[in-house]
């Protein structure tokens, strides 16, 4: 190994945020990733047969209200002035959303103002209170009533989650406003934009640091090799992003994970859909959504002859999948209780990340919480014997 006083698992944004903020403090750091590629799942490629950048994993919407993070992520990349939209397809009408007034006023066929609006959503909603929601149905229920919630939630989550609604956590649908206006950006935050070169530029621009060493394909949990969990804990300190549970083999039973297929294809038009995500609400439609990548980008000089569109479907993930969301139903979260408990005891390593804390954290969230843990824990790890600095 060259020289490392510490050693980071996982190259998405949690991992290279600790990677360049202690790199900057004039520690040397070792970054590595079991896919031969950085950035984790924010990392986005130009498609081969037409040039639009893709994101594999999903389409990512930088957003965020921290000016700490926005700041810092400004430091690497600049944004374009994209503003997210969705709309959604049910029985064969498109709606906007987040829910707002024009997807009440189109539903209901009316023509309300905001507060007839509010008082026939309370209506609705009457039937349960917010405040004692316990799970997602009840929650959703409370917030827009049944039958938007019937119309465009109830099989759209069942599809996305494949879990009864009533096992969900109340707060994956607090994640979607509700508006009385006819505002229809998908994000409430002060900030938002896509990074002018992409993700993965940004990324690299993170990486781009004499005290880094990136290696890719190299599995933390696999033997044989300088780097693993065996040749490197206790000594030295570990940041690892990885699924909490596999860390420690699944001991406590595997938390379980959600995971997505996704069906890539370019089309001969030059345009599919004029947007860039349009959800599904339907259970007869087996996919959530459809992104059409190019109309991330409107700023850039694309084909005007292709576009690329992808499928994504959603399913539980068997072992060997990979894990994109958190399922955290109270088993799971029973579960993460002991894993927690063991994290505790694990000297010198630190969890940290979407999948290292089996937590539901958007980019952003996942930047803000590595330079929280820059802050806050890693100082004390740094005055430990064997930590060459
Ligand atoms: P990850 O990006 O998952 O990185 C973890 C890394 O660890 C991976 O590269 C993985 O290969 C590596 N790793 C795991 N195990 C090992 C091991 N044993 N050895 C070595 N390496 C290992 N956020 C937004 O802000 N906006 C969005 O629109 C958005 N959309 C999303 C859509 C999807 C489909 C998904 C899955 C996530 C989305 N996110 C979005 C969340 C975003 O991807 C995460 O917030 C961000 O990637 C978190 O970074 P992370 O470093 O915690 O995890
Ligand atoms: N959701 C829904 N219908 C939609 C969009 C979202 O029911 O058309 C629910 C669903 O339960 C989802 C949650 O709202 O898990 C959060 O949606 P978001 O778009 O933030 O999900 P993500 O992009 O993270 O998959």
Same mark, same amino acid.
């Given at each position: 190994?060259?020289?490392?006083?510490?050693?980071?698992?996982?190259?998405?944004?949690?991992?290279?945020?600790?990677?360049?903020?202690?790199?900057?403090?004039?520690?040397?750091?070792?970054?590595?990733?079991?896919?031969?590629?950085?950035?984790?799942?924010?990392?986005?490629?130009?498609?081969?047969?037409?040039?639009?950048?893709?994101?594999?994993?999903?389409?990512?919407?930088?957003?965020?209200?921290?000016?700490?993070?926005?700041?810092?992520?400004?430091?690497?990349?600049?944004?374009?002035?994209?503003?997210?939209?969705?709309?959604?397809?049910?029985?064969?009408?498109?709606?906007?959303?987040?829910?707002?007034?024009?997807?009440?006023?189109?539903?209901?066929?009316?023509?309300?103002?905001?507060?007839?609006?509010?008082?026939?959503?309370?209506?609705?909603?009457?039937?349960?209170?917010?405040?004692?929601?316990?799970?997602?149905?009840?929650?959703?229920?409370?917030?827009?009533?049944?039958?938007?919630?019937?119309?465009?939630?109830?099989?759209?989550?069942?599809?996305?989650?494949?879990?009864?609604?009533?096992?969900? +956590? $109340?707060? #994956?649908?607090?994640?979607?406003? /509700?508006?009385?206006?006819?505002?229809? !950006? %998908? =994000?409430? &935050?002060?900030?938002?934009?896509?990074?002018?070169?992409?993700?993965?530029?940004?990324?690299?621009?993170?990486?781009?640091?004499?005290?880094?060493?990136?290696?890719?394909?190299?599995?933390?949990?696999?033997?044989?090799?300088?780097?693993?969990? +065996? $040749?490197? #804990?206790?000594?030295?300190?570990? /940041?690892?992003?990885?699924?909490?549970? !596999? %860390? =420690?083999? &699944?001991?406590?039973?595997?938390?379980?994970?959600?995971?997505?297929?996704?069906?890539?294809?370019?089309?001969?038009?030059?345009?599919?859909?004029?947007?860039?995500?349009?959800?599904?609400?339907?259970?007869?439609?087996?996919?959530?959504?459809?992104?059409?990548?190019?109309?991330?980008?409107?700023?850039?000089?694309?084909?005007?002859?292709?576009?690329?569109?992808?499928?994504?479907?959603?399913?539980?993930?068997?072992?060997?999948?990979?894990?994109?969301?958190?399922?955290?139903?109270?088993?799971?979260?029973?579960?993460?209780?002991?894993?927690?408990?063991?994290?505790?005891?694990?000297?010198?390593?630190?969890?940290?990340?979407?999948?290292?804390?089996?937590?539901?954290?958007?980019?952003?969230?996942?930047?803000?919480?590595?330079?929280?843990?820059?802050?806050?824990?890693?100082?004390?790890?740094?005055?430990?014997?064997?930590?060459?600095?």
């Amino acid at each position: 190994m060259t020289r490392a006083d510490m050693l980071i698992v996982g190259s998405g944004f949690f991992g290279m945020t600790v990677a360049e903020r202690m790199a900057e403090l004039g520690l040397h750091v070792v970054v590595i990733d079991r896919r031969d590629h950085i950035g984790g799942n924010a990392f986005s490629e130009p498609d081969a047969e037409t040039g639009i950048e893709v994101h594999r994993y999903g389409a990512h919407l930088f957003h965020t209200s921290n000016g700490a993070v926005w700041e810092y992520a400004n430091r690497f990349t600049t944004f374009t002035p994209y503003v997210h939209h969705v709309y959604t397809k049910h029985r064969g009408e498109v709606y906007p959303l987040p829910i707002n007034l024009g997807t009440i006023n189109q539903f209901f066929r009316s023509a309300l103002g905001p507060e007839q609006a509010r008082q026939l959503i309370a209506e609705q909603a009457s039937e349960l209170n917010s405040e004692d929601a316990a799970d997602l149905e009840q929650k959703a229920i409370s917030l827009i009533g049944r039958p938007l919630y019937e119309a465009f939630i109830r099989d759209y989550t069942a599809k996305q989650w494949q879990t009864d609604p009533r096992e969900l +956590s $109340a707060d #994956v649908i607090t994640r979607l406003p /509700v508006r009385y206006t006819y505002d229809n !950006r %998908y =994000f409430n &935050d002060r900030f938002e934009g896509l990074p002018t070169d992409g993700y993965t530029a940004w990324i690299e621009r993170m990486a781009d640091h004499p005290r880094i060493e990136v290696r890719l394909s190299t599995d933390f949990l696999d033997e044989g090799h300088d780097l693993s969990k +065996s $040749a490197t #804990v206790g000594r030295l300190p570990v /940041v690892y992003t990885g699924p909490l549970d !596999r %860390y =420690f083999d &699944d001991v406590e039973g595997p938390l379980s994970w959600r995971t997505l297929d996704f069906e890539r294809e370019v089309l001969p038009v030059g345009d599919f859909q004029g947007t860039s995500v349009m959800n599904y609400a339907d259970p007869d439609v087996p996919y959530t959504r459809i992104h059409e990548f190019r109309h991330f980008h409107p700023e850039r000089a694309y084909p005007a002859d292709r576009t690329v569109i992808m499928r994504e479907y959603s399913r539980f993930a068997q072992r060997d999948d990979e894990p994109y969301y958190p399922v955290n139903t109270a088993a799971d979260r029973e579960r993460l209780l002991r894993y927690r408990e063991l994290a505790r005891s694990e000297r010198d390593v630190f969890f940290g990340g979407r999948l290292g804390t089996y937590q539901y954290l958007d980019m952003h969230m996942a930047i803000a919480s590595a330079m929280s843990m820059v802050q806050n824990r890693l100082p004390e790890a740094l005055s430990l014997g064997g930590v060459r600095r």
